[in-house]
């Protein structure tokens, strides 16, 4: 089975702190990608990676940043952290085309 | 850009009767649809794929039909059970994002007893 871990379940910061979320898989897939979750706006892509080093631009990047050193390990980076980014992150993996595997998804709260 | 609609109401079914869900989209032809079911506080699982070719697909108690024509996916629940209680989303490969997808905001699906 897939497995996809992400570093917290529950996090709470302070605006202006930066913030690492971190995603881990187990099963060698190419790509990965970062979702943000909100009450009636749906799953919004913030970014996404297909390769070591390589990411690219979703809908929502405004504020985040990612980083991929290794194929397993795909991070979000809130460099300053605002109370409108407060909200469900989801990370998810997949192969090419194929279905995504998601996370538990991290409930960010920014006071 | 591409849309993607969901009946935002949520559906109430009795046990035993077949769930309905729609999906409908415009501005774009996917190559694939999925279906996806997410429980509350928990990130969504994947149910089944369809790709532009097939009709419909089926998978235990669940069916998908893709409509290109209409530009419509229909996800049956035959015989629901309050376990399928869940929201259930569509998505659809977007037209400049690769391999990622494109999510409908969700139906919410209640089944009684």
């Known amino acids: 089975d897939v497995k996809v871990t992400q570093s917290s379940r529950y996090l709470v910061k302070r605006t202006g702190e930066k913030v690492f979320l971190e995603c881990v898989q187990d099963?060698?897939?190419?790509?990965m990608f970062w979702y943000r979750q909100d009450p009636g706006l749906g799953l919004r892509l913030i970014y996404f990676?297909?390769?070591?080093?390589?990411?690219e631009k979703g809908d929502i990047p405004e504020g985040y940043s990612v980083s991929r050193e290794k194929k397993e390990r795909f991070s979000l980076i809130l460099e300053s952290a605002s109370t409108n980014q407060t909200s469900m992150y989801l990370c998810a993996t997949a192969i090419f085309g194929d279905e995504q595997y998601f996370g538990p998804g991290t409930r960010l709260t920014v006071t | 850009s591409q849309k993607i609609e969901q009946n935002s109401e949520a559906l109430n079914i009795q046990e035993g009767k077949t769930a309905t869900l729609t999906c409908n989209y415009t501005n774009y032809s996917p190559a694939y649809l999925q279906w996806y079911r997410q429980d509350p506080g928990r990130g969504p699982v994947f149910l089944l794929l369809?790709?532009?070719?097939?009709k419909e697909k089926r998978k235990e108690r669940l069916k998908v039909t893709f409509d290109t024509t209409l530009k419509q996916s229909l996800f049956h629940i035959t015989a629901s059970q309050p376990a399928d209680s869940a929201t259930y989303l569509c998505a659809l490969d977007g037209p400049n994002s690769g391999y990622a997808l494109n999510f409908g905001k969700g139906t919410s699906l209640l089944v009684t007893p």
């Open positions: 990676s297909y390769d070591v080093k390589m990411k």
């Open positions: 099963m060698d897939h190419e790509n």
């Open positions: 369809i790709r532009e070719n097939e």
